[in-house]
Structures are given as structure tokens and as C-alpha cells.
């Protein structure tokens, strides 16, 4: 398995800013976790309001948690509001369940860590998730 | 009353595991608790995401709060969320209302335990636990 | 960087009550944790007491934490037993500090999880861990 | 009253590892809060362990918390220790009190922000949380 270095880390994020750049985003807050569900590295751009790196933490971390994009996570927490409260619970209340939490994996598809946007619409959160993931070389999973 | 000795436990959960294989399911990661709701074994497969320990523990758990197998419990979240709102409340958020906790009784219909998986279907893994409990000589009740 | 298979972390565990058994300790409690924290597999000898999978899961979450087995954090803590506080405190209580959490370091040196015992005296505790480690072909770091 | 731009906060953090890199130190992580406490950034370098980005955190909230270095902390921690449990207590165990945790003001004296440093002793930490805030041109206060 790949770890992902605080360089490729980094790399992630100044793509993932510069998609919301090329978009014309708002301000945006990204933050890369490990497999384990550790920060990297984080990064929350100027205007970015308070609760933003809680928020991306949020939407990493359930990707991690069920193994699927935190869209997937989303999906379930609309369709079975009882199971994803009981999910939240266990989890203590770490999970955002909605688009923006994109799975890293490496070459051989192995989780490796996650990475989670916020600032504009869940969709181009997701979509500056996916850039910064895809231009360090690795796999994203929107799922 | 019986106890689920580690040996039992252990015999659940490879039970259990031989069972995922028949049905070619997901990794799972199944947990076994005693009648105070603490481990006996807990065991993940390779793949098994981040939160699947405590997603099992959680099912489990909440069969053995209420005295039903977590599928019942979820019915309850399902046609009284305010109820299941308040449960999850005053465990501290420790349940997980969706099959697969199932109850472990022994010959005297006492409730000695309750194993917990996760990682397919919630249908599947309550198959998966209802078999493990079976193949150590215990009554499942799924409820 | 390898990881802890579940076949590897059954290993672990057989081996260490194996140590257990032929030093003749009382009954023990054994977690295998992954990098991230998460346990693999966790087994309860038979008498083992209520808390005892909070404690070695205690243990091994400590050494991962810091990157030093439990033993050297308990050292922090009786001789600065103010920035232990402070560790307990952003950890969310998760820290055991004494000895018998593991490191389980891969042929390379990487920290690829942790192992926790408790049951008997804590040196008793580590030198079961090590055996564990040593005889899943792994390196103990009891540091 | 100034704020620390996420172009600033980049340029402590590249700083901080530049002193550690000079003084040969262990992997650090390096977290820069705004006035709120809020991260503006953050990075952990490769090796660093699993709990840094925590008590890096709970460094510099600290010195937020009471308008001091941590280090300064720390010392009310040692001479009165009730005192720093009630205080742990009321933040919700957020406070990490030695040094590592420095303030950061801008020319007049008002504070914009702290960082906190974790990985080698709590004196190399703070060595390397001043030298980022004078390289971003801001004062450091150490406490």
C-alpha cells in the first residue's frame, strides 16, 4: 500500500484550488487525510468561513468510514435517515454526508487516504476534489 | 446462564466468515459481545473500511439495549424516529438501527450475547451473523 | 509500507497468549490495531474483566499516537504529568499509559499498527506484545 | 487588526520546517490557527505520528485560549495544577501546555493568531514556531 507524502499532499491542494480558480469558486477549504483518517495537510483560502475545515474533515472522513465517496454516504443518509443517524452516532458526529469526499487510491486500488473540499456547491467541491486528486497520480473515487 | 466463551466466539465468527464466502459478499468484519455488551472477538477482513468496527459494534449493541435483534430496533427508528432519537440519546449514540445485530440466547432462551456484522447488504450480514451463531451450537434471534 | 493482514493479527494473538500461558498470567485481553488506530482483531480470554478491551486498546492507541511504545509514554506522564493531561485531553481520554502497547514496525521500520495487552502486570503484558510481534515476523518497538 | 492570509500562514509553515531541517529535528507537524482558533494551515511531514496534528492544535489553542505561550501555560499547569484541570475541564480538554504553542502578533501588538509545533522537545518545537512567525514578518510571543 502508498501512503500519501505531504508533497503529493500538497500537490493535491494547489490543484484543487486551482480548479476552483479556473471555475470560479468561492473560497475554498481542502483537506487531505490519511488512511487512517489523519491530516496531511489542510489549506482554507482567505473568506473561507469558520466551520469550513470541520466541514471538509466531515465529508473526508465518511468516505474513509464506509469506504465510498461521501456522495455514496449521501445517498443513504436520504434514502435511510435512521441509519446514517446511527452511523453519525458511532462515529461520534464526524460525518458530513454529502458530495465533496472523494476516496484516494493508488495503483492497485487500495484506499490510501481522502480528501474533502468545501466553499461552493457540493458538485464543485467534489469536481476540485477530483482535479487534485487526479493531478498527483492517483485514483479519485467519487462513488 | 451460559457465557459465550472466546472459543464460542470464535467459532461464530469463522462461521460467519465462511458464510460471506459462500455468498461471495463484501469484507466484512463481524464482532461478538457478551451479555454487558463487551467484546468477546472482533475480527475485520483485509478491505474492511475504517468504520466497520464500529458499525458492528453498534448493531450488536443496539440489539442487546432493547432485548431485539437490530433489525426490530430499526423498524422502531423507521415508524418512530422522535423513540429512536431519544435511544440513541441516552446511549450516547451507541446503535445502529439496521439488521445485522442478532441476539445470541442459549437452550434456555436467555440472551447470553449478540453478534454484529457489516460490510455487505444489511440483509447479508444479518445471514452472515445468524449463521456463525447457529454453527456454535446457539439460537439467533434476528427479532 | 505493509499492512496487518487479519490472518498476520491472528497470529499476533495466538502467539500471544501462547507467552501468556507458558509464563502462566492471568487471563488476557489482546488488540491488534492498524496504522490508523482501528482494530484488525481483538480477542478476550475467558475471565478477562469488563474494561479489559478499553485498556489494551488504550495501550496500543497511545503508542500510535505518539510514536513510542506505551512504556515510554508513561514515562511522560509520571515525569510531566501535566502534558500527559494535555494528551489525554485532545485524544478524547484514549490514552493508556503504561506499559504494554507495542509498535509493530514493517522490515523497512514503518509503523504499520500497534498492539495492546492487559490482563497481568504491565511488563508481563509487554513481553506477550513483543512475543506476538516477533512471531508474526514483524519488529517490536516497545520503546 | 491584521489576519493571517493563507499565503502567510504557507510561508510559517515553510519556514518552521526549514529551522527544523537546519537543526537536524524530527518530523514536525506545524498547525497555524487564526484569532478564533479556526486552522488557516496545516501540514504534517512524513513520519510524523498519529495524534500530532492534535496536540499541535492544542498548543497553539492554548496560547489563544489565555493570551499566552503555551509555555507560559504550562508553568500555571506545573505551580497549580487544579487550576489548569479546571481549565482543561471548561475547553473540553483542548489545551496542550508546554511549549510549542506561540502567539502571533501583528505590529501593533494585537494578536492575529497562534502556531503550535509537535514532533521533537517542546523546546526545538517552539525554536521553530518563532522562527516561521519572523519569516512571515510578524512577532512571536512565546509567552
Given at each position: 500500500?502508498?501512503?500519501?507524502?505531504l508533497?503529493?499532499?500538497?500537490?493535491?491542494?494547489?490543484?484543487?484550488?486551482?480548479?476552483?480558480?479556473?471555475l470560479?469558486?468561492?473560497?475554498?477549504?481542502?483537506?487531505?487525510?490519511?488512511?487512517?483518517?489523519?491530516?496531511?495537510s489542510?489549506q482554507r483560502?482567505?473568506?473561507?468561513?469558520?466551520?469550513?475545515?470541520?466541514?471538509?474533515?466531515?465529508k473526508?472522513?465518511?468516505?474513509?468510514?464506509?469506504?465510498?465517496?461521501?456522495r455514496?454516504?449521501?445517498?443513504?443518509?436520504?434514502?435511510?435517515?435512521?441509519?446514517?443517524?446511527?452511523?453519525?452516532?458511532?462515529?461520534?458526529?464526524?460525518?458530513?454526508?454529502?458530495?465533496?469526499?472523494?476516496?484516494?487510491?493508488?495503483?492497485?486500488?487500495?484506499i490510501?487516504?481522502?480528501?474533502?473540499?468545501?466553499?461552493?456547491?457540493?458538485d464543485?467541491?467534489?469536481?476540485?476534489?477530483?482535479?487534485?486528486?487526479?493531478?498527483?497520480?492517483?485514483?479519485?473515487?467519487?462513488?
Amino acid at each position: 500500500m502508498s501512503t500519501i507524502t505531504l508533497s503529493k499532499a500538497n500537490r493535491i491542494i494547489s490543484a484543487a484550488f486551482a480548479k476552483g480558480k479556473e471555475l470560479e469558486l468561492a473560497p475554498l477549504t481542502v483537506v487531505v487525510l490519511d488512511a487512517g483518517g489523519q491530516p496531511v495537510s489542510v489549506q482554507r483560502q482567505d473568506g473561507s468561513s469558520m466551520l469550513r475545515f470541520d466541514i471538509a474533515t466531515g465529508k473526508a472522513w465518511a468516505a474513509l468510514a464506509l469506504g465510498m465517496g461521501s456522495r455514496k454516504v449521501g445517498a443513504i443518509a436520504v434514502e435511510r435517515p435512521h441509519f446514517f443517524q446511527g452511523l453519525s452516532g458511532v462515529s461520534g458526529g464526524r460525518m458530513v454526508p454529502v458530495p465533496g469526499g472523494v476516496l484516494v487510491r493508488d495503483r492497485k486500488g487500495a484506499i490510501i487516504g481522502a480528501v474533502g473540499v468545501t466553499g461552493d456547491t457540493s458538485d464543485n467541491d467534489e469536481a476540485c476534489a477530483v482535479a487534485g486528486i487526479e493531478a498527483a497520480g492517483f485514483t479519485p473515487d467519487a462513488g
